[in-house]
């Protein structure tokens, strides 16, 4: 490309832009490019390229709209039948951001209650862009038995704390899509899940998260939680984690950096399948709070673990 200055004095009505995008065979790397530019306010860019338009069958009339069409949140419910009940919380300033559906329906619904006897069987909900924070979004949603995250291309949310907490008949959790890339406080994510057998976070990205108290606390039917990927450099607060998840018989959290946790309190208090923990990387000074972390555990298991790390008090 032949590059030249452009004077004051030239009478420029309009600039072109010639997008090299129209080489990339890849769809899939196209749309994460546009999401990309979306989420920095890139779009107008593409404004000029038709071809990229049309192949990816895109027209990029309004900024607002392939924001939403590319950058939003997708979630399919599944209610218990003859329940009257929340499905969903949604704090009034972000209620504009929120569209919810039910069935197969195109149109929206604007409330958030289900009626008794109602006959639905799927609720969609639609998150655009806007979204920073996912605080709570479930809480105390006891009627729901599946949730399935379909898309959820957003890299901007914070705060997930709260957002299933109480959900005590929920038995499907399918959070495969997730991205928790910059989420920093996971607290009481998933505490009273009560029902849930098993939870799949093999794709939490837990790099900047900063609070993990109460996590799992009362998840009292998971039988095994593999948390072999999860970066915990960050963490201060590990209190309660696993309270009451009395159906764990092993836990294998090895990989947990706490050089920076300062509460540990309870932790692993009333685990009592426990047979094994193994804790050999765990860094404790003198400052850091371990009162009743094995409260509730077997007396074999608190053995093993004295035996095997002296260093601890409890």
Known sequence: MNYRNISDDENIKQIKLNVTLDNIKSNYILKNILS???????????QYNKKLQKRLNLD???????????????IELKPFENNYGKFINIDDEDKKYYHIYFDNSNKEIKRNYLKKNEKVKIIKIIIN????????????????SSIFFKRFSRINITDMSGMFSFCSLLK????????????????????GCSSLKELNLSNFNTNNTIDMSCMFYDCSSLKELNLFNFNTNNVKSMHCMFFQCSS???????NFITNNVINMGNMFYGCSSLKELNISNFYINDETNMSNMLEG??????????????????
Request: proline share 0%; charged share 25%; aromatic share 12%.
């Open 297 to 314: 555990c077997t007396e074999e298991l608190k053995k093993k673990i004295k035996l095997a790390h002296k260093f601890i008090k409890f």
């Open 248 to 254: 764990l018989k092993q836990l294998n959290i090895s």
């Open 36 to 46: 990309y530019m979306i989420e920095y306010k890139r779009l107008e860019i593409m």
């Open 172 to 191: 499907e959790l399918n959070l495969t899509n997730f991205n928790t890339n910059n989420v920093t406080n996971m607290r009481c994510m998933f505490l």
């Open 129 to 144: 862009y806007q979204v920073i924070k996912l605080k709570d979004l479930f809480d105390n949603c006891n009627f729901i």
């Open 60 to 74: 990029i009339n309004n900024y607002k709209e392939c924001s939403q069409l590319y950058s939003n949140i997708k």
